[in-house]
T-cell receptor
Framework: GQNIDQPTEMTATEGAIVQINCTYQTSGFNGLFWYQQHAGEAPTFLSYNVLDGLEEKGRFSSFLSRSKGYSYLLLKELQMKDSASYLCAVLDSNYQLIWGAGTKLIIKP | GAVVSQHPSWVICKSGTSVKIECRSLDFQATTMFWYRQFPKQSLMLMATSNEGSKATYEQGVEKDKFLINHASLTLSTLTVTSAHPEDSSFYIC????????????FGPGTRLTVT
């Protein structure tokens, strides 16, 4: 079966750095997405990785290792507004998005 | 760019009635649209995938006769919840994909449905 694992919840301090991990086992791979979802709102796109390595975009970076079936989202200089759920999703061989359950990130002052 | 709208943003209806939710891609043509449902504190659950001009593909366990999906144009898809019951109360989110080799999904703002 297809499976995406990410921690259920994480807590971090304002101004710090946090890494949210995602491991996947899917039928084929055509890229991995990270989305941010604030409570009661729809997801918003953060990043897309299809090749190994680190993609940096401002305070957010996303890393992919296809051989390990592993990705992480790195958030730097955390702000209170970063409190949200972070969803990892893999595009499988049929170009369908397989969603993880999401990681709820709690930022404390 | 890549804006998706949803209407209504929230709706309250009585048990047994039907509710239609619209999803529009405002500045691009969406060859594929997706409908998701999300219960509180849970992840997105894909309900169905629709391609313009063809019948929607429903995920296992989703009743196609209860959740009617129409994707009549490249910018509009509708989800009709027929004979709604309180257990259908949820957050319904649509997303749209442009196609042509791009696979990012752009999400609408969601519709919160409450069935009394």
């Amino acid at each position: 079966g297809q499976n995406i694992d990410q921690p259920t919840e994480m807590t971090a301090t304002e101004g710090a750095i946090v890494q949210i991990n995602c491991t996947y086992q899917t039928s084929g791979f055509n890229g991995l997405f990270w989305y941010q979802q604030h409570a009661g709102e729809a997801p918003t796109f953060l990043s897309y990785n299809v090749l190994d390595g680190l993609e940096e975009k401002g305070r957010f970076s996303s890393f992919l290792s296809r051989s390990k079936g592993y990705s992480y989202l790195l958030l730097k200089e955390l702000q209170m507004k970063d409190s949200a759920s972070y969803l990892c999703a893999v595009l499988d061989s049929n170009y369908q998005l397989i969603w993880g359950a999401g990681t709820k990130l709690i930022i404390k002052p | 760019g890549a804006v998706v709208s949803q209407h209504p943003s929230w709706v309250i209806c009585k048990s047994g009635t039907s509710v239609k939710i619209e999803c529009r891609s405002l500045d691009f043509q969406a060859t594929t649209m997706f409908w998701y449902r999300q219960f509180p504190k849970q992840s997105l659950m894909l309900m169905a995938t629709s391609n313009e001009g063809s019948k929607a593909t429903y995920e296992q366990g989703v009743e196609k006769d209860k959740f009617l999906i129409n994707h009549a144009s490249l910018t509009l898809s509708t989800l009709t919840v027929t004979s709604a019951h309180p257990e259908d109360s949820s957050f319904y989110i649509c997303s749209a994909r442009e196609g042509g080799g791009t696979y990012e999904q752009y999400f609408g703002p969601g519709t919160r449905l409450t069935v009394t």
